[in-house]
């Protein structure tokens, strides 16, 4: 499925999110397949967002956007329960991906990137907000609802104007979801890969318990 050029720029005047017109839509690829833990590993255009120590035995990378419902439902239920067993711990190193499936999702990406900087800490808490009022600035009144959080986390209108217009900003995080598309055949989300190995979709604690604690025993 290709989204057309004339189908985005309509979608963006409905949104209120026309300053994006530059955002490229990607092909999504049906296959899928697991990949070596060097290729998930590797950092394209934008610096990892990740808790958790560098030299943990484990490394779960999630690619999740952040207009999914279901990637909000694994934030809220299950993303908790692995922070406070294995990455608070020190087990597991989490790296957050950004895969925005539509303008929207790319919007609040930017975002998070623009509020946190270089700090994971904070990037991982205005996610976890964004993710938590997902009904309100994904059904209605984006840019407003976009604003408000963004001031809410210190940022000034014109700050928050900045950064939904950050061109560069955008163009690497589409170069960062090309490559998960093309190389790692990520087509969905939420999309995870354990130390390499792919698991697709809203996956729970239990299972993941489960492929933890064998990989530790190993």
Same mark, same amino acid.
């Given at each position: 499925m290709?989204? /057309?050029?004339r189908?985005?720029?309509?979608?963006?005047?409905? *949104?209120?999110?026309?300053?994006?017109?530059?955002f490229?839509p990607?092909?999504l690829i *049906?296959?899928? %397949?697991?990949?070596?833990?060097?290729?998930v590993?590797? =950092? @394209?255009?934008?610096?990892? %967002?990740?808790?958790? =120590?560098?030299?943990?035995p +484990? /490394? +779960?990378?999630?690619?999740?956007?952040? /207009?999914c =419902?279901? $990637?909000?439902?694994f934030?809220?239920?299950?993303?908790?329960?692995?922070?406070?067993?294995? +990455?608070d /711990?020190g087990k597991?190193?989490y @790296?957050?991906?950004?895969?925005?499936?539509?303008?929207?999702?790319?919007a609040?990406? %930017?975002?998070?990137? $623009?509020?946190?900087?270089?700090?994971?800490?904070?990037?991982?808490? @205005?996610t976890?907000m964004?993710?938590?009022?997902?009904g309100d600035?994904? %059904?209605?009144? *984006?840019?407003?609802?976009?604003?408000r959080? !963004?001031?809410?986390a210190?940022?000034?209108?014109?700050?928050?104007?900045? $950064?939904?217009?950050?061109?560069?900003?955008?163009?690497?995080?589409?170069?960062d979801?090309?490559?998960?598309?093309e190389?790692?055949?990520?087509?969905? *989300?939420?999309?995870?890969?354990l130390? !390499?190995?792919?698991?697709?979709?809203?996956t729970s604690?239990?299972e993941?318990?489960?492929?933890i604690?064998a990989?530790?025993?190993?």
């Amino acid at each position: 499925m290709i989204i /057309t050029r004339r189908a985005f720029t309509a979608a963006l005047s409905l *949104t209120g999110l026309s300053l994006l017109a530059g955002f490229s839509p990607l092909r999504l690829i *049906t296959e899928a %397949m697991a990949q070596s833990a060097a290729d998930v590993a590797k =950092p @394209v255009s934008l610096p990892d %967002m990740a808790l958790g =120590p560098a030299d943990a035995p +484990i /490394t +779960i990378t999630e690619f999740a956007s952040m /207009t999914c =419902p279901h $990637c909000a439902a694994f934030n809220a239920d299950v993303f908790p329960k692995i922070k406070s067993t294995y +990455i608070d /711990t020190g087990k597991i190193r989490y @790296v957050f991906r950004e895969f925005p499936l539509d303008i929207k999702a790319a919007a609040g990406s %930017m975002l998070s990137r $623009c509020i946190a900087k270089d700090d994971a800490g904070k990037y991982f808490a @205005v996610t976890d907000m964004l993710f938590k009022q997902q009904g309100d600035w994904v %059904m209605k009144n *984006t840019t407003e609802t976009l604003t408000r959080i !963004g001031k809410q986390a210190g940022l000034s209108q014109q700050a928050v104007d900045d $950064c939904l217009k950050d061109q560069t900003l955008l163009d690497k995080i589409v170069a960062d979801q090309k490559f998960a598309n093309e190389v790692l055949k990520v087509n969905s *989300t939420p999309t995870f890969f354990l130390n !390499g190995e792919m698991i697709k979709g809203e996956t729970s604690f239990e299972e993941f318990d489960k492929r933890i604690k064998a990989l530790l025993k190993s």
